[in-house]
């Protein structure tokens, strides 16, 4: 990987500049430094952590920098800072939560402090291209649902492994469908609640997919009811289609999704899709190559729309190798989620690797024109502090629960062969 990225910032320099510019090997050195310093922290600390997540991450985090140095260095700098305050995240992780079931005591207290950032927003949000998603602070912009996302799913673990019997059992029929008390639909209509008010307040449809989701796949795998899973996402449809009818801005990005050629949009609200969908076609199947294509015509190319650069620069072969590394990194996340031997390990892994699979699906499912675009940020890969940040200490959180799982069936192992 590391060599990749070293290719990779070549290529660029000998494409833009025509030369090699000894200075901006500092960017993939520093990189590649800061991943051998996690590697070591681990086979130190978490010496039996999964093998895979870590190098998958970090070859995502490597095309990210290269492709971030490839459109604007100066962002390039500001990501290598936040690549470090990141790191150092992780690191803090691994030292003080390896008794990952101390947030079990505080379930309460983490779920009030989501809804409480996800509230911020909604008061004293900044809006950005047209969301209401960050708050700032001082020249910092935050955003505080990639801290709150976090949160949310540790308080959904810590209530349905003590809830998840209760969830289960089924005692009324409605339609002809086996449902628990109405009290137990409480979280449910909560979530599609605080979904809908994402919408209006927020203006982003993408954030209060991305929350919805998490909390229906929480659900289901704590109760195994298909009947959640098809009455959740009913209620999540309802509350969309009343939106449409009420705000425009959401009527806004469903007509650019559905008519993104629409001449008289095509230079204004469906621009941005326009250009991503242009992008990827002049990619073809091994792409432009780095530093040849033009991204920049894209607006927030180096957050929402890098997978679109990816996809012009380095073609549908670029882009599946992207594809594919998420899909590495879900399954091992799901392997984690598996081998727990604690309902709440098994619950707070699954929840973990379903936000990086469903903000991935959202975000390159929305610059692919698969469902509408939304303003979130691509995992490891997009430009942002809050963004890397949240992803660092959901990787960490990961790899605690590995560790955890190995050590505690290899103990038991050698228990029973005592016996």
Same mark, same amino acid.
């Given at each position: ?14 494409? @833009? ?19 051998? @310093? ?12 999964? +093998? ?5 991450? !970090? ?5 990210? %920098? &290269? ?10 700098? #500001? ?5 470090? &305050? ?33 509230? +911020?927003? %909604? ?34 673990? !810590?209530? /349905? ?12 029929? &409605? ?8 009290? /137990? ?12 008010? %994402? ?22 795998? !704590? ?31 469903? #007509? ?40 920049? /015509? ?23 190798? &992207? ?5 590495? /990194? @879900? ?22 690797? +379903? ?65």
């Amino acid at each position: 990987m590391t060599v990749l990225m070293l290719v990779g910032f070549v290529s660029v320099e000998l494409a @833009v500049n025509g030369k090699i510019v000894p200075s901006s090997f500092l960017y993939p050195c520093a990189v590649a430094g800061i991943f051998l @310093v996690l590697h070591i922290t681990l086979r130190v600390l978490l010496p039996r952590a999964d +093998s895979l997540l870590l190098p998958i991450s !970090a070859g995502l985090t490597f095309i990210g %920098m &290269v492709m971030i140095y490839r459109l604007d260095t100066g962002l390039a700098t #500001e990501q290598l800072i936040w690549i470090t &305050v990141a790191a150092a995240s992780f690191v803090l992780v691994v030292l003080f939560l390896r008794n990952y079931e101390l947030l079990m005591q505080y379930k309460y207290t983490l779920g009030v402090a989501a809804l409480l950032l996800l509230a +911020s927003t %909604m008061i004293l949000g900044t809006e950005v291209n047209g969301a209401r998603l960050w708050l700032r602070i001082g020249p910092l912009n935050f955003q505080p649902s990639e801290i709150a996302k976090i949160l949310l799913v540790i308080f959904l673990a !810590a209530f /349905f492994a003590e809830k998840h019997e209760l969830l289960s059992v089924s005692t009324h029929r &409605v339609l002809g469908v086996k449902v628990p008390e109405l009290k /137990f639909f409480g979280p449910l209509l909560l979530m599609w609640g605080v979904s809908v008010l %994402m919408m209006i307040f927020q203006k982003d449809l993408g954030s209060s997919l991305l929350f919805f989701g998490i909390f229906i796949c929480m659900l289901y795998a !704590a109760t195994t009811r298909k009947s959640y899973v098809f009455v959740g996402l009913a209620l999540f449809l309802l509350g969309a289609y009343l939106c449409y009818l009420s705000f425009g801005h959401v009527q806004v990005r469903v #007509e650019t999704w559905l008519h993104p050629f629409n001449p008289t949009t095509i230079e204004a609200e469906s621009y941005q899709i326009t250009q991503s969908l242009f992008a990827l076609s002049s990619g073809g199947i091994s792409g432009c190559g780095l530093g040849l294509g033009q991204p920049n /015509f894209i607006p927030s190319v180096t957050t929402d729309f890098i997978f679109s650069a990816v996809g012009e620069e380095l073609g549908l072969l670029g882009a599946v190798s &992207v594809v594919v590394m998420y899909i590495l /990194f @879900v399954a091992r996340g799901i392997k984690v989620a598996l081998v727990q031997r604690d309902d709440f390990g098994k619950l707070l892994a699954f929840g973990l690797v +379903s936000i990086i699979a469903i903000q991935s699906f959202i975000i390159m499912g929305g610059v692919t024109r698969l469902i509408p675009l939304t303003g979130i940020t691509l995992p490891f890969m997009s430009y942002g502090g809050s963004s890397l940040l949240a992803n660092f200490i959901l990787l960490a959180l990961l790899l605690v629960l590995s560790h955890r799982a190995a050590t505690t069936n290899v103990a038991r192992i050698k228990e029973g062969s005592r016996r």
